[in-house]
């Protein structure tokens, strides 16, 4: 049986070009067939799995013809590959930016599915616009009603200018403060600046160092006024509302509770110090702050701003609060500014000591020698008729304990002249409670 695969000796392709031959440089294999070399400019076909037997007739890459060589039937079709047509760079642009298209759209449509599936829609609700209604006693409340007669005070000095805060006491235009705001004016140096932003010239009508207090008037009149509320009412712990123009800042509103009662502060320097039995607050009380009002859940006014402590070693004296203000009683603001607005001036109490500031020890004692001319106990004085005598040592006021000159000095002069009060004295190891009715001094 003849091999299919096999060709002839004399084989010549059937279409063989008679005018062109083709002579390839010699690539051997081991049945003595020669491949064109690489670089030809002959086509190159895939072999099909044809074997050449050494024949050198003819290109060896030209397919048998079919009825030569396949012996049987028809060969295979062999199709060729499609060609590929190249297409212009616009076409190419086109469909590039078709595909980006195409892609943002579906990643816009992944997104937007995957959050409302992730996470769905929240609704928000939206206010109305109606007006907030605030209960009276809310420090909102409070504001809203104690901030129209609240006003600030601009000071001319021989230094400069100064601020500090006061309240409208009368509507006829009498305004408190304190003493320090204006004490040291020029003529027709203070100017008061009202809440709606208006301004106006004012005038000392009287101040008192003793109590660090000052009254002013202006030349007005229906001006809102603030009521004094009971200061001996008051308990630890009752909120409280400090309204004032700290550091200039006009119309500041800050709140807290009353710390502590009675606390024994001195203010100033010399014979300018004033010493007051005060309210301690820890709403933010800073300079500028001074006579402005301290006020209750309703409103009224139980205490004028006045100082606050600082730091022991701080450099600036003018350093902002720390939560320790003090404030003078209203019942005590009451009663002195009646008398400045009576006479200009103002008297405190006295019992007609001296005290020893040199004592270390229980309580305080009464000096042993005369001091800057003074005697240790002032002849037929209140103390002198209660029985005290030098050397005493005072161990209680009113019940309290005291333990340093100043507290019993800021205790007398929370009392009224003609006040009678309970002193506890120790004399030689022995106690004993003695009455001593006040008189009065002028103060400067």
């Known amino acids: 049986m003849n091999d299919p695969w096999s060709r002839p000796p004399d084989f010549r392709p059937h279409d063989a070009a008679p005018d062109r031959e083709f002579t390839p440089e010699s690539h051997s294999t081991p049945g003595g067939s020669s491949?064109?070399?690489?670089?030809?400019d002959q086509p190159s076909y895939p072999s099909q799995g044809f074997q050449s037997p050494g024949s050198d007739t003819g290109p060896w890459w030209q397919p048998p013809g079919p009825d030569e060589r396949w012996g049987v039937g028809q060969p295979p079709a062999i199709q060729s590959a499609v060609p590929v047509r190249r297409r212009g760079w616009a076409t190419t642009l086109v469909l590039a930016c078709l595909c980006l298209l195409l892609g943002l759209v579906g990643g816009l449509a992944g997104s937007q599915l995957g959050n409302r599936f992730f996470n769905p829609p929240v609704e928000i609700p939206i206010a109305t616009g109606t007006a907030v209604q605030r209960e009276p006693g809310s420090?909102?409340?409070?504001?809203?009603?104690?901030?129209?007669?609240?006003?600030?005070?601009?000071?001319?000095?021989?230094q400069g200018r100064g601020f500090g805060s006061g309240f409208v006491m009368r509507s006829d235009g009498l305004i408190l403060t304190n003493?320090?705001?204006?004490?040291?004016?020029q003529p027709d140096g203070v100017r008061v600046i009202f809440s709606d932003g208006s301004q106006q010239a004012a005038t000392i009508v009287g101040r008192t160092v003793a109590y660090d207090l000052a009254v002013l008037r202006v030349n007005r009149q229906g001006l809102p006024a603030l009521t004094l509320g009971d200061s001996d009412a008051v308990v630890v712990g009752d909120p409280v509302i400090a309204v004032g123009a700290p550091l200039g800042l006009q119309s500041t509103v800050t709140s807290g509770i009353v710390s502590a009662l009675h606390?024994?502060?001195?203010?100033?320097?010399?014979?300018?110090?004033?010493?007051?039995?005060a309210i301690q607050t820890d709403a933010a009380i800073n300079p500028g702050n001074s006579g402005g009002p301290l006020v209750n859940a309703q409103g009224e006014v139980i205490g004028i701003n006045s100082a606050i402590a600082r730091l022991p070693n701080a450099e600036d004296v003018n350093s902002g609060s720390i939560g320790l203000g003090f404030a003078i009683p209203s019942t005590q603001?009451?009663?002195?500014?009646?008398?400045?607005?009576?006479t200009g001036k103002a008297t405190y109490p006295v019992i007609g000591v001296v005290l020893?500031?040199?004592?270390?020890?229980e309580g305080v004692r009464v000096a042993t020698e005369p001091t800057d001319g003074n005697q240790p106990v002032t002849p037929d004085g209140p103390a002198a008729r209660a029985g005290i005598r030098p050397g005493d040592v005072i161990t209680r006021f009113q019940g309290r304990p005291v333990t340093e000159p100043n507290e019993l000095i800021v205790g007398i002069r929370a009392e009224k002249p003609g006040d009678q009060v309970r002193l506890t004295v120790q004399r030689d190891g022995k106690g004993r409670e003695v009455?001593?009715?006040?008189?009065?001094?002028?103060?400067?």
Do not use: C, M, W
């Open 35 to 40: 491949y064109p070399p690489y670089g030809s």
């Open 139 to 158: 420090v909102a409340g409070v504001a809203a009603k104690v901030l129209p007669s609240t006003v600030s005070i601009e000071v001319t000095t021989p």
């Open 179 to 185: 003493n320090h705001v204006v004490g040291g004016a």
């Open 263 to 277: 606390r024994p502060v001195v203010a100033g320097e010399n014979n300018d110090r004033a010493f007051i039995s």
């Open 333 to 342: 603001a009451a009663r002195t500014a009646e008398q400045l607005i009576s």
């Open 356 to 361: 020893d500031r040199d004592y270390v020890g």
């Open 435 to 444: 009455t001593v009715t006040l008189s009065e001094t002028e103060s400067n």
